[in-house]
Every structure is written in C-alpha cells, then in structure tokens.
C-alpha cells in the first residue's frame, strides 16, 4: 500500500535504538512490533492513500506523558 500511495518508508531503527526507548519506557516490545521498527521507522509525515500515518519510534510515548495540559485534568490519562 505505501509504495501504491508513493508514501516514504524510513529506513528501520537499530537494536541498540529499541533496546534505549524499551528501557526508557520501561517496556518491552512484543516480536511483531520489534520486526516492523527494524524493517520501517514508521511514514515520517507522509500519509498513504486511506490518510494513515505511521509514527516513528521516535515520536511513540506514554499516553500519560502526552494527556498533560496546564488547562485540563485528563482523570483517565494512566488508564490506556
């Protein structure tokens, strides 16, 4: 589908970069997600043709660190 929409694949992300977001999140990958950061760090900014864009691991965080806001108090944001 992406080389149909003529989206960019960004080239995968290192072991060694899964290994540094795995422990700063206090994760830990599941094999399938593992292999698609290695194989594609996601879309960039690109989006294909059904609008979907995928993130790279650089822009994946917490839902917690996102849901803050000097405004609102999202009560649920620990629940994802």
């Not at 899964?18 to 960039?44: H, L, W």
């Amino acid at each position: 589908i992406w080389r149909r929409s003529k989206v960019a694949i960004r080239p995968g992300v290192s072991s060694t970069d899964i290994a540094a977001f795995e422990s700063k999140y206090r994760v830990a990958m599941t094999a399938d997600v593992r292999a698609y950061f290695i194989a594609a760090d996601g879309t960039g900014d690109d989006m294909d043709d059904g609008l979907y864009r995928f993130w790279p691991l650089s822009e994946v965080q917490p839902v917690d660190e996102v849901l803050v806001s000097d405004r609102f108090e999202y009560s649920d944001r620990y629940s994802y």
